[in-house]
C-alpha cells in the first residue's frame, strides 16, 4: 500500500471511489447519460443570478435559507421551518446519514438503486444492507423489517435506474413498520404522478429530499432540499456546514421554486417526449419499465446492450449503461428534446439492423 494511503481512516482506504455519470466538457455530444434537464431554466432564474452577481457577495449568505424555504413553503403546503436547504440533494444525503448512521450502525436501501447511498454507508464506516426490488420493481415486506442495528433508510420514488414509483400508501405503511427514519429520494417526483410530501405530516420518521438539478433544469447549480417536521430539521442544522449555500444559488433556486408555470410547461413536454420514446423503444424489441422520470430503463435478453452504449457513444450520443451484479444490465437514456431523442433512436435503430 502507498505509504500516503495508510494516513487515512481504514474505510477510506478500503471503499471504492463513487463514479459520477461521464461529463465531457469538450465535444458535441448529445448527453442523455445523467438525467439533466435537456432545457435551459427559467428566465427568471438567470435575471436573480444576475442581481445576486451584483450584490452582496463580500457578504455571507443567510445560514438558512430563509428566502427560499418561505416561497418552498407556500409551493409545498407546509411551513418554512419544515425545511433544510442543501447544496443539491447529495448534500442533504450527507447530512442525514451523518447525523444518523454511526460506524458499525447499518443503512438500508433498495436494489439497484441509487450507487451514493452505498458510498455514504462507507465513509461513516457503517454496514448497508440492500433490498433487492422483484423483478417488476415492486419491494419486498423485507424492507420494512425491523432490525435494532437499523439507523436509517433510504428510498428513492420514482426509483433510479427504472424510473418507477412505489405509491404512497405503501411508503406510509413501510415507514410505520419501521423503528429507524425512512428517507424517500423525491430526486425525480416532479415528473410523476405521486408524491409523499402530505406523509411527513403524518409520521416524524418519514423526509422527502428534493432537487432542483433535474425538474428546475439546475444541474450546474447545485441546490436541494428537505422536508422534515420541524423538531427533526433543527437537529439535522447541527449536522449541516454553516453556509452550506451559497448566495448565487439560494438567489436562483428561489427565483426558479416561485415559476411554477415554468415548471408545469417543462414537466409537460419532459413527460409527453418520455411518452414517446418508451413506445419507440418497445417497438425496437428493448422491455422499458414503466417510467414516472425524466430517463427510462430499457434491458433486452435477445442481445448484450454494452455494444449498443459503446455504439452511441461513438455517434457523439452518450447514454448511461448500467450493470448490477446478480441483478443485470441495461441502459439508461434521460429524456431529451424531441430531436435529441430522434436522433438517439434512429441510430439505435440502424445498430440494431
Ligand atoms: C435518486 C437520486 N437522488 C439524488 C440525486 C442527487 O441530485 P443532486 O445532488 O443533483 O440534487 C440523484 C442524481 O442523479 C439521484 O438520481
Same mark, same amino acid.
Given at each position: 500500500?502507498?505509504?500516503? /494511503?495508510?494516513?487515512? &481512516? ?8 463513487y +463514479? ?5 466538457? @469538450? ?28 450584490? &452582496? ?17 407556500? +409551493? #409545498? @403546503? ?6 433544510l436547504c442543501g447544496n443539491g440533494s447529495d448534500d442533504i444525503l450527507t447530512i442525514l446519514t451523518r447525523a444518523f448512521v454511526?460506524?458499525? /450502525?447499518?443503512l ?6 441509487y450507487?451514493l447511498y452505498r458510498t455514504l454507508a462507507q465513509l461513516q464506516?457503517a ?19 425491523? /432490525?435494532?442495528?437499523?439507523?436509517l433508510?433510504f ?28 428517507l +424517500?429520494d ?23 429530499s428534493?432537487t ?7 444541474? =450546474?447549480?447545485r441546490?436541494g432540499?428537505l ?9 439535522l442544522?447541527?449536522v449541516k456546514d454553516?453556509?452550506n ?59 448484450? +446492450? ?21 441483478? =443485470? ?18 441510430? #439505435?435503430? @440502424?445498430?440494431?439492423?
Amino acid at each position: 500500500m502507498p505509504e500516503l /494511503d495508510r494516513l487515512f &481512516r481504514p474505510e477510506i482506504q478500503q471503499m471504492q471511489p463513487y +463514479v459520477p455519470g461521464e461529463q465531457p466538457q @469538450g465535444g458535441k455530444f448529445i448527453k442523455l447519460n445523467t438525467n439533466e434537464n435537456p432545457y435551459p431554466p427559467s428566465q427568471r432564474v438567470v435575471a436573480a443570478l444576475a442581481s445576486a452577481a451584483a450584490s &452582496r457577495l463580500e457578504r455571507y449568505p443567510d445560514p438558512l435559507g430563509t428566502a427560499f424555504r418561505v416561497r418552498a413553503a407556500e +409551493v #409545498l @403546503g407546509v411551513e418554512p421551518d419544515w425545511i433544510l436547504c442543501g447544496n443539491g440533494s447529495d448534500d442533504i444525503l450527507t447530512i442525514l446519514t451523518r447525523a444518523f448512521v454511526g460506524s458499525s /450502525d447499518k443503512l438500508r436501501l433498495p436494489y439497484p438503486s441509487y450507487i451514493l447511498y452505498r458510498t455514504l454507508a462507507q465513509l461513516q464506516g457503517a454496514q448497508y444492507e440492500e433490498i433487492r426490488f422483484r423483478e417488476d420493481f415492486s419491494l419486498a415486506e423485507d424492507f420494512s423489517k425491523p /432490525d435494532a442495528q437499523l439507523r436509517l433508510a433510504f428510498l428513492p420514488n420514482p426509483n433510479s435506474p427504472s424510473g418507477t414509483v412505489i405509491e404512497p400508501q405503501r411508503i406510509a405503511d413501510m415507514a410505520a413498520q419501521l423503528t429507524c427514519p425512512l428517507l +424517500v429520494d423525491e430526486a425525480y417526483a416532479d415528473f410523476a404522478e405521486s408524491h409523499c410530501i402530505e406523509l411527513v405530516k403524518q409520521n416524524p420518521r418519514l423526509m422527502v429530499s428534493r432537487t432542483l438539478s433535474k425538474s428546475y433544469a439546475l444541474a =450546474g447549480l447545485r441546490f436541494g432540499f428537505l422536508v422534515a417536521q420541524p423538531a427533526i430539521i433543527e437537529m439535522l442544522r447541527k449536522v449541516k456546514d454553516s453556509y452550506n449555500c451559497d448566495s448565487l444559488s439560494l438567489a436562483a433556486a428561489t427565483a426558479a421554486i416561485d415559476d411554477q408555470a415554468w415548471l408545469r410547461d417543462n414537466r409537460q413536454k419532459v413527460n409527453a417526449t418520455r411518452q414517446r420514446m418508451t413506445v419507440r423503444l418497445r417497438e425496437l424489441g428493448f422491455t422499458v419499465a414503466d417510467s414516472q422520470a425524466n430517463f427510462v430503463w430499457c434491458t433486452r435478453s435477445d442481445r448484450p +446492450v454494452q455494444p449498443l452504449y459503446e455504439a452511441l457513444k461513438r455517434d457523439q450520443v452518450l447514454v448511461r449503461y448500467m450493470n448490477y451484479p446478480q441483478w =443485470g444490465d441495461g441502459l439508461r437514456i434521460s429524456v431529451g428534446t424531441d430531436d435529441q431523442i430522434d436522433a438517439c433512436l434512429d441510430l #439505435l435503430a @440502424g445498430h440494431l439492423r
